[in-house]
């Protein structure tokens, strides 16, 4: 079975400064997605940035860019020039590959990171 | 830009009673999903749904819960016999099946008194 795990509940940063949200997971697949969805007060899951494991090359979106290092099963996200309205919830998540026999498309979540962005 | 959409956003229920969740996924996604977040816990999959019926659900899923895509446009989450503990924040959630990202309703906020 596949996990996800965030190990740090609880993050700030100072406005315009650069953040790094940590996330490992577990797995056994070779090919799948990982995900980082955003959460803000008004709880709305929002997609930020997605990577597919057998692409080489990090994925990026704006200010928003991830470290993915497969070898060691971990996925960063990376926010750069942090702004107030970055401040919510962020989640990663683990979905297998379109191809896997028997995928559902079922997103498997890590705990949450509180990121809280200060002035 | 389409979206998902789940109404109401907001059900306070009594214990034991029945309450029906609304979601209407993204009209061209053929993958539907349920999750259930407690109140500032991680987000849990209950179950999914393709080509009308269920494909794949969680241990979370019992008896109690059923699913419904009763036409072309709802999808629905029923809740039979509400315990203290559905209280949750419960999303609504489609597939687009060529980039595989999963796009999210606002969520019903289900408080079980």
């Known amino acids: 079975a596949q996990t996800v795990t965030q190990s740090q509940p609880e993050m700030s940063v100072q406005e315009a400064e650069t953040v790094t949200l940590s996330c490992t997971y577990d797995?056994?697949?070779?090919?799948?997605?990982l995900f980082w969805y955003k959460q803000p007060p008004s709880r709305q899951m929002i997609l930020v940035i997605r990577?597919?494991?057998?692409?080489?090359q990090n994925a990026t979106e704006n200010r928003f860019s991830v470290n993915f290092q497969k070898a060691a099963k971990s996925f960063s996200l990376k926010i750069s020039d942090s702004q107030l309205g970055d401040t919510a919830m962020y989640f990663c998540?683990?979905?297998?590959?379109?191809?896997?026999?028997?995928?559902?498309?079922?997103?498997?979540f890590g705990q949450g990171t509180t990121l809280q962005v200060k002035p | 830009e389409p979206e998902v959409t789940q109404t109401p956003s907001h059900q306070v229920t009594q214990m034991g009673q029945e309450v029906i969740l609304r979601c209407v996924p993204i009209?061209?996604?053929?993958?539907f999903y349920w999750y259930r977040q407690i109140l500032g816990q991680k987000v849990e999959f209950l179950v999914s749904?393709?080509?009308?019926?269920?494909?794949?659900k969680s241990e979370i899923f019992d008896d109690q819960f059923s699913v419904e895509r009763p036409d072309g446009s709802n999808f629905t989450l029923k809740i039979r016999s509400t315990k203290l503990e559905d209280s949750a924040m419960y999303f609504c959630?489609?597939?687009?099946?060529?980039?595989?990202?999963?796009?999210f309703g606002p969520g019903t906020r289900l408080t079980v008194t």
């Open positions: 009209s061209n996604h053929l993958y």
């Open positions: 797995t056994s697949e070779n090919n799948y997605y």
């Open positions: 998540a683990f979905m297998k590959h379109a191809r896997t026999p028997g995928n559902t498309g079922k997103l498997i």
């Open positions: 749904f393709y080509n009308n019926e269920i494909s794949e």
């Open positions: 990577q597919e494991a057998y692409k080489q």
């Open positions: 959630a489609s597939l687009d099946g060529i980039s595989y990202e999963q796009y």
